[in-house]
């Protein structure tokens, strides 16, 4: 897939406030500071597209971008620790729950997971709650720059073991990195077929 066009479409604090259900979305989630902004720009082409901060929590609300005037692509806000208050957390959690469950033309979800790290009992959990519901998704390591690529394999082994013993099959995966762009065109192919089958069911 060729990125030709893309802008910001809209910020929207619930489901209800997201844009008419009509497009196909892909969306993008992970703990803070993942690696989430940086990875969004790599894939779009551009390097301000999504605000980068040190700041854990920076996204607060639905993000939907507009790309090729074709699809969506969303960033959600992050799980896990954030410097605001947990009234205000606990609300974006729910609205994010609300989109992941309920938004009809959402086509995969993204969670990213940084590769530099042990399996995560939050990362775990998310992803065994996705399962349950039947909520279509995909592993993106991101930060595999960081690290050598035996390390990489490792970790990502690793963290295979840990999920097989209570899924059945693995999710599909990718590696990547905003640095070197590896992982790119994999997911913007993953993108493309997706998008074409959503077009033949719709």
């Known amino acids: 897939m060729i990125i030709r066009t893309v802008k910001f479409f809209s910020a929207s604090s619930s489901i209800s406030k997201c844009p008419p259900a009509e497009k196909p979305e892909f969306a993008f989630i992970g703990r803070s500071n993942v690696g989430k902004s940086s990875l969004i720009n790599m894939l779009a082409g551009n390097r301000k597209l999504a605000k980068i901060s040190q700041t854990p929590g ?33 609300k974006w959690l729910m609205e994010t729950g609300n989109y992941i469950l309920k938004r009809e033309t959402l086509v995969c979800l993204f ?6 790290i042990k399996p995560q009992k939050a ?38 073991q840990v999920m097989l013993e209570t899924w059945e099959e693995l999710p599909v995966s990718f590696i990547t990195s905003a640095v070197t762009k590896a992982g790119k065109e994999e997911i913007l192919s993953f993108i ?7 077009k033949k069911n719709k």
Do not use: Q
């Open 58 to 90: 920076k996204t607060r609300t639905i993000n939907h971008y507009l790309v090729n005037n074709e699809w969506y692509l969303v960033d959600l806000p992050g799980y896990g620790y954030s410097k605001v208050p947990y009234s205000e957390r606990k």
């Open 111 to 116: 969670v990213l997971i940084d590769v530099r």
């Open 123 to 160: 990362d775990l959990n998310f992803m065994e709650m996705l399962g349950r519901n039947k909520v279509p998704f995909a592993r993106v390591f991101t930060k595999s720059d960081k690290i050598s690529r035996d390390r990489v394999n490792r970790n990502i082994n690793e963290y295979n």
């Open 192 to 198: 493309e077929e997706s998008i074409n089958i959503f």
